[in-house]
């Protein structure tokens, strides 16, 4: 039976990853608890085939410790500490954190029916990723989203129902085809670099039945004004920030 899901619009990036550090199972408990009603994170692939959720191809940004995820093994990279930079960088005392496997997140995420999970592949796991949902029995609980249209399309060609969220930067916009190659792949979201996205490009988009996201969008004005424009999705890492100004725009 479908799950009563959350639709309001906001996308926690990396987990509540303002407050804590990103991709991190704090991150993601944070993110549930502000009511986003999806919440994105990255997925690449350890040394020995392990799914992990992490941005970089390397530990540098974020660790006590620089290793290249491809090139290290699941138990060696779970001996960084994943809050080592945020801790240093934000001057706040975060406990350690773990690089999470992927199924540690889906299972924290299926525990709950109101949020979900949208997954970018760092790399080619598409079909890897989707089994494992499938294992977990938690294919209602994910979606996809990333720029590279050759994964969404994989996406779409693994499991047709899937909703995709597309990014798309400047390039995209530039050649003005991204509308149409959206609605001939039937993907669900369009999701546009901030600097990109005006009042056209949402009623472009709109007007061939697809939704319209931003990313990242951080600024709280900025958050205002596209929610004003009509603005469907905004991915950020301020996601209470985000609910607030979207609920107060309801109201007036």
Same mark, same amino acid.
């Not at 799950?3 to 550090?21: C, D, I, K, M, Y």
């Given at each position: 039976?479908?799950? #009563?899901?959350?639709?309001?619009? @906001?996308?926690?990036?990396?987990?509540?990853?303002? =407050?804590?550090? =990103?991709?991190?199972?704090?991150?993601?408990?944070?993110?549930?608890?502000?009511?986003?009603?999806?919440?994105? /994170?990255?997925?690449?692939?350890?040394?020995?085939?392990?799914?992990?959720?992490? $941005?970089?191809?390397? +530990?540098?940004?974020?660790?006590?410790?620089?290793?290249?995820? #491809? =090139?290290?093994?699941?138990?060696?990279?779970?001996?960084?500490?994943?809050?080592?930079?945020?801790? !240093?960088?934000?001057?706040?005392?975060?406990?350690?954190?773990?690089? *999470?496997? /992927? #199924?540690?997140?889906? +299972? &924290?995420?299926?525990?709950?029916?109101?949020?979900?999970? #949208?997954?970018?592949? !760092?790399?080619?796991?598409?079909?890897?990723?989707? $089994?494992?949902?499938?294992?977990?029995?938690?294919?209602?609980?994910?979606?996809?989203?990333?720029?590279?249209?050759? &994964?969404? &399309?994989?996406?779409?060609?693994?499991?047709?129902?899937?909703? @995709?969220?597309?990014?798309?930067?400047?390039?995209?916009? =530039?050649?003005?085809?991204?509308?149409?190659?959206?609605?001939?792949? $039937?993907?669900?979201?369009?999701?546009?670099?901030? *600097?990109?996205?005006?009042?056209?490009?949402?009623? %472009?988009?709109?007007?061939?039945?697809?939704?319209?996201?931003?990313?990242?969008?951080?600024?709280?004005?900025?958050?205002? !004004? &596209?929610?004003?424009? %009509?603005?469907?999705?905004?991915? +950020?890492? $301020?996601?209470?920030?985000? /609910?607030?100004? !979207?609920?107060?725009?309801?109201?007036?």
């Amino acid at each position: 039976m479908r799950q #009563s899901f959350l639709n309001n619009g @906001v996308t926690a990036h990396r987990g509540n990853s303002s =407050e804590f550090p =990103e991709n991190t199972m704090t991150s993601f408990e944070s993110a549930l608890k502000t009511g986003a009603d999806w919440i994105e /994170l990255d997925v690449k692939k350890t040394k020995d085939g392990h799914l992990v959720v992490i $941005h970089d191809d390397n +530990t540098a940004r974020i660790g006590n410790d620089d290793v290249n995820v #491809s =090139e290290t093994s699941y138990r060696e990279l779970r001996k960084i500490d994943a809050a080592y930079q945020f801790r !240093k960088q934000n001057k706040l005392y975060v406990p350690e954190c773990k690089i *999470p496997p /992927l #199924s540690e997140v889906i +299972t &924290l995420i299926r525990k709950q029916g109101r949020t979900r999970l #949208s997954i970018q592949p !760092k790399e080619n796991v598409v079909k890897e990723v989707i $089994h494992m949902a499938e294992k977990m029995d938690a294919l209602e609980w994910i979606g996809f989203n990333d720029g590279n249209l050759n &994964l969404m &399309l994989e996406v779409k060609n693994t499991k047709p129902d899937l909703p @995709v969220f597309w990014d798309v930067g400047p390039c995209d916009v =530039e050649n003005n085809d991204f509308i149409e190659t959206a609605k001939r792949n $039937h993907f669900e979201t369009i999701v546009v670099y901030e *600097p990109c996205i005006d009042k056209d490009v949402i009623r %472009g988009i709109h007007d061939a039945g697809i939704s319209a996201g931003g990313w990242t969008i951080n600024d709280p004005e900025t958050m205002k !004004k &596209l929610f004003v424009a %009509g603005i469907d999705r905004l991915y +950020t890492d $301020h996601p209470a920030l985000c /609910l607030r100004i !979207k609920q107060s725009l309801i109201k007036q």
